[in-house]
């Protein structure tokens, strides 16, 4: 299991607005450590799609936003299109075991 | 435009090494950590570590240590990650990706990818 815990799947049909959250500990998520947020189609490589728990690359739409409080963090997708059917995933840090990165489990989002 | 292209897909038996490689262009390869990340098949993404390509300096996730070693080659700006006693739970898609951030380099987050390479790991 991950040390980030995200739900499994969420979906919404196109134009709604959904959320996708980041449940961490003490030890990451909790100690204030950044979070950031992937996107990934399958067959192909993880993007960066938000960093610095609420920060957009140039050339993510501003559809997608994150946030964080306390021990966890979300991902909120307004105005949902086809295209952004895919897997996305936290990562933060984590004290434990020396320091690691660590990830979520991902979440499937599904467009109806 | 940054690119990282990885080496082509493996198959290897159980016991033997495998060394992937990160070719990085479009960047100055030793300004930016490179860390290197698995996906087992239908599985989530899993950490294993990075190399400062300026200092060769490593860090690898405890599970992986003893098994895993990082390098690079800075003529070439390529990196690489050499993995042996390779077992069947190591087949995955290995990831190198270029990493930014603030704070120790385990907190940095990842802005350019490779596509990927499959390990396959069978008797």
């Known amino acids: 299991q991950s040390v980030l815990t995200q739900p499994p799947s969420v979906s919404g049909a196109p134009g709604q607005r959904v959320t996708i959250s980041c449940t961490g500990s003490s030890s990451n998520i909790g100690a204030a450590y950044d979070v950031h947020w992937y996107q990934q189609v399958p067959g192909t490589a993880p993007k960066l799609l938000i960093y610095?728990?609420?920060n957009r690359p140039s050339g993510v739409p501003d559809r997608f936003s994150g946030s964080r409080s306390g021990a966890s963090a979300s991902l909120a997708v307004t105005g949902l299109q086809p295209e952004d059917e895919a897997d996305y995933y936290c990562q933060s840090y984590d004290s434990s075991l020396s320091g690691r990165g660590v990830f979520g489990g991902g979440t499937k989002l599904t467009v109806l | 435009q940054v690119q990282l292209v990885q080496s082509g897909a493996e198959v290897k038996k159980p016991g033997a090494s495998v060394k992937v490689s990160c070719k990085a262009s479009g960047y100055t390869f030793t300004g930016y950590h490179i860390h290197w990340v698995r996906q087992a098949p239908g599985q989530g993404l899993e950490w294993m570590g990075w190399i400062n390509p300026k200092s060769g300096g490593t860090k690898y996730v405890k599970p992986s240590q003893g098994r895993v070693t990082m390098t690079r080659d800075t003529s070439i700006s390529t990196a690489y990650m050499e993995l042996s006693r390779l077992r069947s739970d190591d087949t995955a898609v290995y990831y190198c990706a270029r990493a930014r951030g603030s704070g120790s380099p385990e907190e940095y987050y990842f802005d350019y990818w490779g596509q990927g390479t499959l390990l396959t790991v069978s008797s």
């Open positions: 610095g728990n609420n």
